[in-house]
């Protein structure tokens, strides 16, 4: 009997798949788009290499492990990501001090733009709401206060703003945020409170709406442009945050552990498909697809949208038109 337990416990650990959902009520958003009925679904049995669990006990210890993230916020937009996982050795440094500074930036920028576009697709922004002042504030504590105070003030009257924020630097040094809401915005009431804070006359509240063709994405991208644009010269603390976003934004998310067999070949092409596939199964034939690989093979991409416009045709590599 101990034996039939530990030989099920190991075929366990070899298929130690993990599926957890971010959001508060513990699933992802309901999708709009159905998938046809042929499209495979990924389950916990998938297994890349093509072998059971046994069988890759047989073979001895499994080969690379990879985490393979989805966010599915229905057919309006699907992202896949995978990466390798495994432990890196050697001496941790110390933070704020690596040799390489830059190349963290960058990798920095794009983690933050890529939340930004996630948490702005979760809210289903499709507003610009622009606060500023009169005068030339340069200090960012002070306006990260104000901001906090009229979010206190707006939930306080039972109007709840859920938005995401970049804070732009304009060339005087004048520092004003930037934030994505949705839904209709009243603006003399965000005046109002506006000048409780700042005080009458000395700032100003812009809010911009939706324009054909705009998406959360856009205006994610929107954002982004600030961050860019503002990364190296916006005061700021090692540590601080580069965006900012009120409380209770929860986005949708799905993680897998995957655990290759020592011997799996084209693990890039394998993954590829494998991405490929989730993604038509979740918003449907009718898609365009995005796909990035990272250099050395170590971490890929991809997003999709549904378009009327493209068509996937299964077992091929490219849409028809």
């Given at each position: 009997?101990?034996?039939?337990?530990?030989?099920?416990?190991?075929?366990?650990?070899?298929?130690?798949?993990?599926?957890?959902?971010?959001?508060?009520?513990?699933?992802?958003?309901?999708?709009?788009?159905?998938?046809?009925?042929?499209?495979?679904?990924?389950?916990?049995?998938?297994?890349?290499?093509?072998?059971?669990?046994?069988?890759?006990?047989?073979?001895?210890?499994?080969?690379?492990?990879?985490?393979?993230?989805?966010?599915?916020?229905?057919?309006?937009?699907?992202?896949?990501?995978?990466?390798?996982?495994?432990?890196?050795?050697?001496?941790?440094?110390?933070?704020?001090?690596?040799?390489?500074?830059?190349?963290?930036?960058?990798?920095?920028?794009?983690?933050?733009?890529?939340?930004?576009?996630?948490?702005?697709?979760?809210i289903r922004a499709d507003h610009l709401v622009?606060?500023?002042?009169?005068?030339?504030?340069?200090?960012?504590?002070?306006?990260?206060?104000?901001?906090?105070?009229?979010?206190?003030?707006?939930?306080?009257?039972?109007?709840?703003?859920?938005?995401?924020?970049?804070?732009?630097?304009?060339?005087?040094?004048?520092?004003?945020?930037?934030?994505?809401?949705?839904?209709?915005?009243?603006?003399?009431?965000?005046?109002?409170?506006?000048?409780?804070?700042?005080?009458?006359?000395?700032?100003?509240?812009?809010?911009?709406?939706?324009?054909?063709?705009?998406?959360?994405?856009?205006?994610?991208?929107?954002?982004?442009?600030?961050?860019?644009?503002?990364?190296?010269?916006?005061?700021?603390?090692?540590?601080?945050?580069?965006?900012?976003?009120?409380?209770?934004?929860?986005?949708?998310?799905?993680?897998?552990?995957?655990?290759?067999?020592?011997?799996?070949?084209?693990?890039?092409?394998?993954?590829?498909?494998?991405?490929?596939?989730?993604?038509?199964?979740?918003?449907?034939?009718?898609?365009?697809?995005?796909?990035?690989?990272?250099?050395?093979?170590?971490?890929?991409?991809?997003?999709?949208?549904?378009?009327?416009?493209?068509?996937?045709?299964?077992?091929?590599?490219?849409?028809?038109?």
């Amino acid at each position: 009997m101990n034996e039939a337990r530990r030989s099920d416990a190991q075929g366990i650990m070899r298929r130690d798949w993990h599926r957890r959902a971010d959001a508060r009520d513990g699933e992802s958003h309901p999708r709009a788009a159905v998938a046809s009925a042929g499209a495979p679904k990924l389950d916990k049995r998938t297994f890349l290499g093509g072998h059971t669990s046994s069988h890759s006990i047989a073979q001895g210890p499994p080969g690379v492990t990879l985490s393979f993230t989805i966010h599915d916020f229905g057919s309006q937009w699907v992202e896949c990501s995978w990466g390798k996982s495994e432990p890196r050795s050697g001496k941790k440094g110390h933070k704020g001090q690596s040799p390489h500074k830059e190349l963290n930036d960058r990798r920095a920028r794009a983690r933050a733009k890529g939340e930004i576009r996630r948490k702005c697709i979760t809210i289903r922004a499709d507003h610009l709401v622009t606060l500023t002042y009169r005068d030339n504030v340069e200090d960012r504590e002070r306006v990260l206060r104000n901001l906090e105070r009229l979010r206190r003030m707006l939930a306080a009257a039972g109007h709840p703003l859920p938005y995401v924020a970049v804070l732009e630097c304009q060339q005087r040094g004048a520092i004003h945020p930037h934030l994505a809401v949705a839904g209709f915005q009243d603006v003399r009431f965000l005046r109002r409170c506006w000048y409780k804070i700042v005080g009458q006359g000395q700032g100003q509240v812009n809010v911009k709406g939706p324009r054909p063709g705009s998406s959360p994405v856009k205006l994610a991208g929107y954002l982004s442009k600030y961050l860019g644009k503002d990364f190296a010269t916006l005061p700021r603390e090692f540590g601080e945050h580069r965006y900012f976003c009120s409380l209770g934004i929860a986005v949708p998310t799905e993680r897998i552990r995957i655990v290759l067999a020592r011997h799996v070949t084209d693990m890039e092409a394998k993954m590829a498909r494998l991405m490929r596939e989730e993604t038509l199964r979740r918003i449907g034939n009718h898609c365009t697809l995005t796909q990035w690989l990272g250099g050395s093979g170590t971490f890929e991409w991809m997003s999709g949208f549904e378009d009327l416009s493209c068509e996937w045709i299964r077992d091929r590599s490219a849409p028809s038109p």
